[in-house]
């Protein structure tokens, strides 16, 4: 079982960075092995819209569009049974870093549904307001992938400073991440 946390914030040391370690932990508690992807160390240049108006969009045409530094990332995420992304709220969404991966992805399901069935979780950090509309968007997106969520898959924390109860919720979808992981199998949802 491989849990692989994706870190959406520009900064070093964030919080979102920290509310990720925590769910890590949880899930090392469940006997994954973990690993951290931090976004603001890859090339990550901007989708180019292939897939619009009926083109293609695949993974080897999208390495081939600009993205032999995704290719890494890619193999990273493909070979996760769960992935966890942690960003901060940037204007009422996901930081640029992580909404700009997301939308590099539709080559993981457009053609081929190469993300179905893994397990997802959502972890946010923000200051004044924003992270429900972040995870709601978040949510839409990685569901329409084909990833599954276990029961509170999202916990969000204000401020600098991170809340008990926010660990604690952090904890718990790392946990409830790796155990609904178990329990699916590796099961496969896409019936076309
Ligand atoms: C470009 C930018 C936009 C932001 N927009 C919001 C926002 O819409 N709502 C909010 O509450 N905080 C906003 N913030 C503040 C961050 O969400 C907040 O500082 C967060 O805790 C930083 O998380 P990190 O430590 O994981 O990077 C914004 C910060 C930046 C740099």
Not at 23 to 44: D, N, P, Q, V
Not at 107 to 131: F, M, Q, R, T
Request: aromatic share 10%; charged share 25%; with cysteine.
């Amino acid at each position: 079982m491989k849990v692989l946390g994706i870190d959406g914030s520009p900064r070093v040391n964030s919080i979102s960075h920290r509310l990720l370690e925590i769910a890590l932990e949880g899930a090392e508690k469940e006997g994954a092995s973990t690993g951290m992807l931090r976004l603001r160390e890859y090339e990550i240049p901007p989708c180019e819209g292939c897939v619009s108006y009926y083109g293609r969009c695949n993974l080897q045409e999208c390495i081939g569009h600009n993205g032999e530094g995704l290719k890494d990332l890619f193999d990273e995420i493909l070979s996760s049974d769960v992935l966890l992304f942690a960003t901060p709220v940037y204007w009422f969404g996901p930081s640029g870093l992580l909404k700009n991966l997301i939308d590099r992805m539709t080559c993981l399901e457009h053609e081929e549904k190469l993300l179905d069935g893994k397990v997802g979780g959502i972890l946010c950090s923000y200051e004044e307001e924003g992270a429900s509309t972040t995870i709601s968007q978040l949510f839409l997106a990685l569901s329409d992938m084909g990833l599954h969520f276990p029961p509170y898959a999202y916990t969000y924390n204000r401020g600098d400073k991170i809340e008990q109860d926010t660990a604690f919720y952090a904890e718990q979808l790392g946990r409830n991440a790796v155990m609904v992981a178990q329990c699916l199998d590796g099961k496969r949802w896409w019936r076309r």
